[in-house]
Nanobody, 122 residues
Framework: QVQLVESGGGLVQAGGSVRLSCAAS????????MGWFRQAPGKERDFVAA????????VYANSVKGRFTISRDNAKNTVYLQMTSLKPEDTAVYYC???????????????WGQGTQVTVSS
């Protein structure tokens, strides 16, 4: 069983930066992928980025490529999402998730955190 707890959200101005953290409890096997998803008000939850726990391979949604960076610290059992050049359309609840089966399809993720709100003001 894996439990995920996100932190680091808040209010930030457009053009600013924020770093989200996702602390995992329980053993994260090397074949896991850790992903970030987001859900804006009135919209479906969308894929943002994912990283493989073992090799550190990464995948990004086109909308965040070049602005967001996903990373992990295996010793701390923590995944990060560094977000820069933030736009008002990045406003959403950001969720951390863990999967052994996929990369960007949320149906393939087995464990989810409770989410953290990021609000970008214009």
């Amino acid at each position: 069983q894996v439990q995920l707890v996100e932190s680091g959200g808040g209010l930030v101005q457009a053009g600013g930066s924020v770093r989200l953290s996702c602390a995992a409890s329980g053993r994260i096997a090397s074949d896991y992928r850790m992903g970030w998803f987001r859900q804006a008000p009135g919209k479906e939850r969308d894929f943002v980025a994912a990283i493989s726990w073992g090799a550190g391979n990464t995948v990004y949604a086109n909308s965040v490529k070049g602005r967001f960076t996903i990373s992990r610290d295996n010793a701390k059992n923590t995944v990060y999402l560094q977000m820069t050049s933030l736009k008002p359309e990045d406003t959403a609840v950001y969720y951390c998730a863990a999967s052994k089966r996929g990369w960007d399809a949320q149906v393939l993720y087995d464990y989810w955190g409770q989410g953290t709100q990021v609000t970008v003001s214009s």
